[in-house]
Nanobody, 115 residues
Framework: QVKLVESGGDLVPAGGSLTLSCAAS????????MSWHRQAPGNKREVVAI???????VYSDSVKGRFTISRDNAKNTVYLQMNSLQPEDTAVYFC?????????WGQGTQVTVSS
């Protein structure tokens, strides 16, 4: 059972930056897809950014141009660099990994952006 642990969440002012990390307990090199999702209070969980095994990335329209997802297979870690943060980015951010037909989720890390 692979464990995913997110870190890096914090309280930041609008316009600030944060980098989230998702550390896996085992190798992620075989993971087809790694992704970041977020869930704000009262809202559904939504996908923010996806990175495939070959490095292809996809972003939601709301974060395109501001967020960057990357993966370091050697460190078993996925990152989410977040720039120009806005109050509407406030949410719990979750990491997800897909290995074949197995779906792994982390416990989440809180990001709060003050106006």
């Amino acid at each position: 059972q692979v464990k995913l642990v997110e870190s890096g969440g914090d309280l930041v002012p609008a316009g600030g930056s944060l980098t989230l990390s998702c550390a896996a307990s085992e190798s992620i090199s075989s993971f087809i897809v790694m992704s970041w999702h977020r869930q704000a209070p009262g809202n559904k969980r939504e996908v923010v950014a996806i990175i495939s095994r070959d490095g292809t990335t996809v972003y939601s329209d709301s974060v395109k141009g501001r967020f960057t997802i990357s993966r370091d297979n050697a460190k078993n870690t996925v990152y989410l660099q977040m720039n120009s943060l806005q109050p509407e980015d406030t949410a719990v951010y979750f990491c997800r990994g897909v290995d074949g037909n197995i779906d792994y989720w982390g416990q989440g890390t809180q990001v709060t952006v003050s106006s």
